[in-house]
């Protein structure tokens, strides 16, 4: 079994490895693919139709500058293991 401590710092090392990998694979999407490959377009016209009918015309280009916020949550629940000889 591992401390407190130890699990709390381990979560947010966790959090934010996949925060940076998460940012540049969503980067990396919007300025080498150009494509709207996890469904933002979708979502925003699902939320707000109106709002969607604004942007849909130059999405291509409003989808390559937008600010995306990642905000993953580890939490460890078990930390007991087997060690094998």
Request: proline share 4%; hydrophobic share 35%; aromatic share 10%.
């Amino acid at each position: 079994m591992m401390d407190e401590k130890y699990i709390t710092k381990l979560e947010s090392q966790a959090q934010d490895k996949i925060k940076s990998e998460a940012m540049r694979v969503i980067k990396a999407v919007q300025t080498q693919y150009d494509s709207d490959i996890f469904g933002f377009g979708n979502m925003i016209y699902k939320k707000d139709p109106r709002l969607w009918d604004k942007l849909e015309p130059q999405w291509d280009k409003t989808f390559q500058s937008l600010s995306i916020e990642v905000k993953p949550k580890v939490n460890i629940l078990n930390s007991a293991y087997l060690k094998s000889n």
